[in-house]
Nanobody, 127 residues
Framework: QLQLVESGGGLVEPGGSLRLTCAASGFTLRGYAIGWFRQAPGKEREGVSC????????NYADSVKGRFTISRDNAKNTVYLQMNSLKPEDTAVYYC????????????????????WGQGTQVTVSS
C-alpha cells in the first residue's frame, strides 16, 4: 500500500518545540517534492514548508520563517519538520504530501494538489 504517515504531533506549551515526521511506505520519496501543510478549524489549508526532490531547496510560509525547519533523509525515506518557538496560532492538523515535477514554492501554493497525502497529525499549542 502506497502511503505517507505523519507522526510527532501533540500538546505543547507556547515556546516549546515538536518534530514532525513523514514516512513513506510502498514507494520511495526520491524524485518527489515534499510539503507540510496545516489546517486549523474554520480556516483554509495552507502550505507551511516544502522541500525539493533533490537540490534541498526549501520554501516557508512567512508565519513560520525562522522557527520551522524542513529536512529530508532519502536513505530513511523520511521528511521532518522541526518546529521551534511554537505559538497558539500554530495549532492545526498538519499533513505531509508528495508531488512529482514541481518546485517547493509551487507545491506550497497548491494546497490541494499532490500525488500522495498523509492522514494528518494534530498539533496543539496551549498553556
Amino acid at each position: 500500500q502506497l502511503q505517507l504517515v505523519e507522526s510527532g504531533g501533540g500538546l505543547v506549551e507556547p515556546g516549546g518545540s515538536l518534530r514532525l515526521t513523514c514516512a513513506a511506505s510502498g514507494f520511495t520519496l526520491r524524485g518527489y517534492a515534499i510539503g507540510w501543510f496545516r489546517q486549523a478549524p474554520g480556516k483554509e489549508r495552507e502550505g507551511v514548508s516544502c522541500i525539493s526532490s533533490s537540490t534541498g531547496t526549501t520554501n516557508y510560509a512567512d508565519s513560520v520563517k525562522g522557527r520551522f525547519t524542513i529536512s529530508r533523509d532519502n536513505a530513511k525515506n523520511t521528511v521532518y519538520l522541526q518546529m521551534n518557538s511554537l505559538k497558539p496560532e500554530d495549532t492545526a492538523v498538519y499533513y505531509c504530501a508528495a508531488r512529482r515535477s514541481t518546485t517547493p514554492q509551487a507545491m506550497c501554493a497548491m494546497t490541494r494538489n499532490a500525488d500522495y497525502w498523509g492522514q494528518g497529525t494534530q498539533v496543539t499549542v496551549s498553556s
